[in-house]
């Protein structure tokens, strides 16, 4: 081989080399991206979730200590899963923000979907009681704290304190129940904390 022609396919050879190079480090550049933004997404979704629980709970809240709608048994249920939700989904809003292991936030999305399901199946068991589908629980009247009649009659204070029956809906907004809606929101947050779980890194 003469010199000129070994220089040429040495010329080609650290030519293909940089190229490889090159690519490589362009697809690790977009690797990192991809995965950040994953993360981003993640975060949003934690944060979105916590707002969303925080906020729903926090109307049935308002509904009962300024609207005066005294919760039934099944009413107070329905709030367990916001309750434990939405600070979970803070806590993975934080841990992905910490840049924490992936399948931590991930983990806790899933958990909050889970609870999300739970708290559908309460709304649809609750909305089937109200709407006479199935019969209630034998409890439904049992989330009444002792009655202290504050000086006045019994009658008074027994509608004061004593929650209403799980069959009869306190509130119909379009048609549907507080448990409606509950059932509905609970649905929504569902998919989109799965959503937020499975998405590939």
């Known amino acids: 081989m003469s010199p000129k022609s070994a220089q040429r396919f040495w ?13 490589s480090t362009d697809e690790e550049t977009m690797t990192a991206t991809m995965n950040a ?23 049935a809240l308002a509904f009962q200590h300024i609207g005066g709608y005294i919760p039934c048994h099944l009413c107070l249920e329905q709030r367990t899963p916001y309750y434990i939700g939405a ?27 889970l609870l ?31 009655v202290d009649t504050g000086g006045k009659g019994v009658l008074d204070a027994l509608d004061k304190f004593v929650p209403p029956s799980c069959d009869k809906a306190a509130l119909r907004i379009l048609g549907l129940s507080l448990a409606g809606w509950n059932a509905i929101a609970s649905l929504i947050l569902a998919a989109v904390a799965f959503r937020g779980a499975l998405s590939r890194d």
Request: charged fraction near 15%; include cysteine; charge should be neutral.
């Open 11 to 23: 010329d080609h050879d650290t030519d293909k080399g940089i190229g490889r190079t090159a690519n």
């Open 37 to 59: 933004d994953t993360g981003r997404q993640r975060t949003r979704t934690a944060l979105f979730l916590a707002v969303a629980m925080a906020a729903t709970v926090g109307s």
């Open 87 to 113: 600070p979970l989904m803070l806590l993975a809003a934080i841990a992905s923000m910490l840049s924490a292991p992936a399948w931590l936030t991930r983990g806790l999305l899933a958990i909050g979907g």
């Open 116 to 146: 999300m399901l739970y708290g559908l199946y309460l709304g649809v068991y609750h909305s089937g009681v109200e709407w006479a589908w199935w019969q209630g629980p034998a409890d439904c009247t049992a989330g009444a704290g002792p």
